[in-house]
């Protein structure tokens, strides 16, 4: 066999590498073996090299090529006078450094905060400037009309990268590094061209100095250049169309034709590899046809007819359109569970991580890990999330939220012999923060905490919890180093707990697979801390959530041989007997171009750099090439999380041409490949169908008398009128709701802050102080009361704003109240007995003032939404209920006094008070009523309805879960149910 051409291509759907190996070997096969041993092969990626070599090994070759990557020829050089490159992190740290100056020397560029984005941001622009061969005054020299300003400020940005370019002569960076072996190759090539045969295979040329190693190579007399997925369908008149970047980038062949035209090549001329045949001839022309340049479509109205056995064309092509995410994701474990039943080797290649996590998550119902190439992002593994979590409360006391998630981690606290009575006690101190509505937990809490829980490991465990707390680091900028060194060694010390068996120990932090990656990752930040500039701690933890997401970790030996997960990357090196590809959908393939900051498309044609459409094309090469694999299944959700989706242009063009192709079976076609799909989702359907219960009903438990309750506080009668069901879980099942971690339970504390600032206010009323004294005050109080009552600093400048803005207002209407009465009582509980019933009813009065007629006037401060009037003669009975008490002695200190009014008193601005109706029902009226109604829950036929009469649908009830709401409705009748 005689190679008679310098440039082959390999069709769509052919096993790359199997062919390029077999290939070569029926080349050699007539020469001694040490001839083949001469060869080089120079591929794109390391994982093709492997598969390469893998093959060469698998055909019985006794010697077999030198084959190297294109990012590193150092043995096809031999001797390199450039040093390898250091590590990515130096140079990153480098380059942040002149970005900080610049921003400290101009502050209107950039604010300090976006400091490691913009650098991020820059590191990407140098990069594609060394890999298109574009200098910094290329840029410079551009012509651009801008009277906004804009463009002088980029230029201020590459006088960064000219001086950086400029340092990095002496010691390049990863893309400077492999220009210069590029180069250096190519030099030594003129003065001694190579003997042997050199292939490069697998390369698109899609980047400048990849390009240029191939023309180097396809120069010399013993080169050949072998192109992947190549278009042998497409007819010479499209060619020109797409030769145009502006225009062409994003076809799938835009590359092959840019490349052809700088090799002088024309594109018929490209020779077919001799080995390997694609699946089917048919679908790769109908896909040829299909993804033609939109100038071009008007192609398939004379072309699509003339297309033959389009029946066998789809024969191997399945559509699946799930209705969301997880139907998709379900119906993809599906068809590779079917795969691994039938030992057959079957990848998923998918560029949506999302989808990748949720078909392993499926899949783990029978058992099978797949082997995902791209692994599991580092920040999402168990010590990632634990040092972010960590790294996140520098220079602060974490929420209650943070605290427990930190504690709960399986990494903290994490020695064989105490882990049990952590968890233990987590539960607890969980618990506890709930049931006292702390959001900011403090080293005094844990004290009180300890109070309820003394025993001898919890000794040990607070004071190890109190010395985390207790821990603060150094304000405003400081090196990497320091943040670093913290950071660690609070890891490390939740990590070993609070009563460890060895001194020196970790726990697990820097154990299994993603414990050793953590570990080589921070030794990869602290051996290049020294080139980073001073930052803050925001901006530490942005830097590490970038750093984080850059790491993958894979635990191959522990997942399935034949089902596998591939990005587009993996999938142009590999063969498999079913490719599934998914998530078809605009946006996610392809992706969205990312915006570019710096310039616009036309100047980067002008400068010579890449189009954003470059990853469109390269996306749609990969789509054609695995659409001419053998059993192909096509995928995509028709909705997402939140819209809406639109197919892939790819997918859409596909359709479209087929629905139209009435003629030849195209239409036909098109609906089996749908019917294919969707006999899956029956089986779908079959997997997730379950067992029909009775649908539960609405609740209305009917307990008995010697269980219910004798007491009730004033707030619950509200609640026994609208929401009986609540009584009843919490006074007779003894079910006690639990505030929340989060940011929600801050309401509840901003009530109990702000009642007591008004109330150390008005206790220590100044009657000759005047308005701006009393502001000044009540200004000081407040901070005071603040301080106490949270240590977050978000929630206390929100609540002191919150006081400054009613401030005003609220005192001049106490120098009102004043005037009216002389406060009497402040925070007094009282009791009301019930005669005749058994029952008592408790409560606060937030305040008591006595006028000079003798009678009082009950004022009850308001946080949230205040009742109206009808709502108090409806259910809202607190001041009603607060008057009885007062009227009948109830509350201590306090003689039989007469009710001359009461009123909620908003603590928010641009309200008013509101009064007791006692017009629309006095309070004597109301006093029956109460009778009635505590008379009737107090008989046996009485039962307690869930929800009764809430005022609002959506209106929540702490026992809604309890009482299975949502699986029935407020319009259902009750099930009676006689306990």
């Not at 840019?258 to 896909?287: A, E, F, H, Q």
């Not at 010590?383 to 996140?392: D, I, Y």
């Not at 001194?503 to 990656?517: I, P, R």
Request: hydrophobic fraction near 40%.
């Amino acid at each position: 066999m005689v190679l008679e051409k310098k440039i082959f291509g390999m069709p769509c759907g052919v096993d790359f590498p199997r062919s390029l190996a077999s290939g070569i070997l029926k080349f050699f096969s007539a020469h001694p073996p040490e001839v083949l041993a001469r060869v080089n092969i120079v591929v794109n990626t390391k994982r093709m090299r492997l598969r390469l070599l893998e093959e060469f090994a698998s055909l019985g070759s006794i010697l077999i090529p030198n084959v190297h990557v294109v990012s590193d020829l150092s043995e096809l050089i031999g001797t390199f006078k450039d040093p390898n490159p250091k590590s990515h992190l130096q140079y990153r740290f480098e380059l942040m450094v002149l970005v900080q100056k610049l921003i400290e020397q101009q502050p209107d560029l950039a604010s300090k905060s976006a400091l490691y984005d913009l650098t991020d941001n820059l590191a990407k622009l140098i990069d594609e400037l060394q890999g298109e061969n574009v200098t910094p005054s290329i840029i410079k020299k551009l012509n651009v009309e801008d009277q906004s300003g804009h463009w002088q400020r980029i230029l201020h940005f590459v006088d960064i990268v000219t001086t950086y370019l400029e340092k990095r002569n002496l010691e390049p960076d990863s893309e400077g590094f492999q220009r210069n072996q590029v180069r250096a190759l190519l030099k030594g090539w003129e003065e001694f061209p190579p003997e042997n045969y050199i292939f490069i295979a697998g390369s698109t040329g899609s980047r400048g100095t990849t390009l240029e190693l191939i023309k180097g190579i396809y120069g010399l007399n013993k080169g050949v250049v072998v192109l992947p997925g190549f278009d042998f369908h497409m007819p010479e008149t499209v060619l020109g169309s797409i030769s145009d970047p502006l225009i062409g980038e994003d076809h799938p062949q835009y590359r092959f034709v840019k490349m052809l035209k700088g090799l002088n090549v024309k594109y018929k001329d490209v020779g077919i590899w001799p080995t390997g045949s694609p699946p089917s001839i048919p679908r790769n022309k109908l896909i040829s046809l299909a993804l033609r340049p939109a100038p071009f479509t008007d192609s398939w109205m004379s072309e699509g007819p003339k297309l033959e056995c389009l029946d066998r064309a789809c024969e191997g092509l399945s559509l699946f359109e799930a209705e969301n995410q997880r139907e998709e994701a379900l119906a993809i474990a599906m068809v590779l569970r079917k795969a691994a039943d039938l030992n057959k080797r079957a990848a998923l290649v998918t560029p949506d991580r999302r989808l990748a996590r949720q078909v392993t998550a499926e899949l783990l119902r029978w058992g099978i890990i797949p082997d995902d190439s791209a692994g599991l992002s580092f920040h999402l593994t168990l010590p990632g999330r634990f040092l972010r979590k960590v790294s996140a409360i520098f220079n602060r006391s974490p929420t209650a939220s943070e605290l427990i998630a930190i504690l709960k981690n399986p990494i903290c606290h994490s020695d064989d012999v105490n882990r049990g009575k952590h968890l233990r006690l987590v539960t607890k101190l969980e618990t506890f923060l709930r049931k006292n509505t702390i959001i900011d937990p403090t080293v005094d809490h844990l004290h009180r905490f300890l109070k309820e829980n003394n025993q001898e490991f919890s000794q040990k465990w607070v004071k190890w919890l109190s010395i985390f707390l207790g821990k603060f680091q150094n304000e405003g900028q400081q090196e990497l180093g320091y943040w670093l060194c913290e950071h660690i060694s609070n890891a490390e010390y939740l990590a070993v707990g609070c009563d460890p068996l060895e001194e020196k120990t970790s726990g697990s932090l820097w154990q299994n697979d993603a414990g050793e990656m953590a570990k080589k990752i921070v030794d990869n930040i602290f051996a290049v801390a020294s080139s980073a500039p001073s930052i803050s701690s925001s901006d530490y933890n942005k830097m590490l959530n970038t750093i984080f997401s850059s790491y993958e970790v894979r635990n191959s030996h522990i997942s399935h041989d034949n089902i596998l997960i591939w990005g587009t990357l993996e999938a142009r090196a590999n063969g498999t007997d079913l490719l599934i590809l998914s998530g078809l959908n605009e946006g996610i393939w392809p992706a969205q171009p990312e915006p570019d900051q710096w310039m616009n498309r036309k100047m980067r044609i002008d400068a010579g750099l890449l189009l954003p459409e470059r990853r469109i094309g390269l996306s749609a090469h990969d789509f054609q090439q695995a659409m001419g694999a053998n059993e192909v299944w096509i995928t995509r959700s028709k909705r997402n999380s939140e819209s809406e989706t639109t197919p892939s242009r790819w997918l859409n063009r596909l359709i479209n041409l087929l629905a139209g192709l009435n003629s030849n079976g195209g239409k036909l076609a098109l609906e089996n490949m749908r019917s294919r799909g969707s006999q899956h989702l029956l089986l779908l359907n079959e997997l997730e169908k379950t067992k029909k219960i009775k649908k539960p009903s609405r609740p209305e438990p009917i307990p008995p008398l010697k269980v219910r309750p004798k007491k009730l506080s004033v707030t619950e009668i509200k609640t026994l009128i609208r929401d009986p069901y609540s009584i009843y879980a919490r006074h007779i099942l003894k079910i006690e709701p639990l505030e929340r971690l989060d940011k929600f339970s801050s309401y509840a504390l901003r009530g109990i802050v702000y009642h007591s600032i008004f109330e150390q206010f008005v206790m220590n009323w100044n009657s000759d102080a005047d308005l701006k004294s009393h502001q000044e005050n009540l200004e000081k109080m407040a901070s005071d009361v603040i301080k106490v009552g949270t240590s977050n600093k978000i929630l206390q400048n929100f609540w002191r704003k919150g006081i400054n803005d009613i401030s005003l207002s609220f005192i001049k209407d106490e120098i009102e109240r004043q005037q009216e009465a002389t406060s009497s009582a402040f925070e007094r509980s009282g009791k009301l007995y019930i005669r005749g019933l058994n029952f008592e009813i408790s409560g606060k009065a937030d305040r008591i003032d006595l006028n000079k007629n003798g009678g009082a006037i009950i004022y009850d401060y308001k946080s949230g939404t205040l009742p109206s009037l009808k709502q108090q003669v409806a259910y809202d009975k607190q001041l009603y209920l607060l008057s009885l008490i007062l009227q009948n002695g109830g509350f201590e200190g306090i003689s039989s006094t007469k009710v001359d009014a009461a009123f909620f008193v908003p603590v928010k601005p641009n309200l008013k008070k509101i009064h007791i109706p006692v017009d629309l029902e006095s309070v004597e009226e109301f006093e029956v009523k109460l009778g009635e109604l505590l008379s009737a829950y107090l008989m046996l036929s009485t039962g307690f309805k869930a929800r009764r009469a809430l005022f609002l649908k959506q209106d929540y009830s702490p026992y809604d879960q309890i009482s299975r709401y949502g699986e029935w409705d407020t319009s259902d009748k009750c099930e009676i149910e006689i306990l």
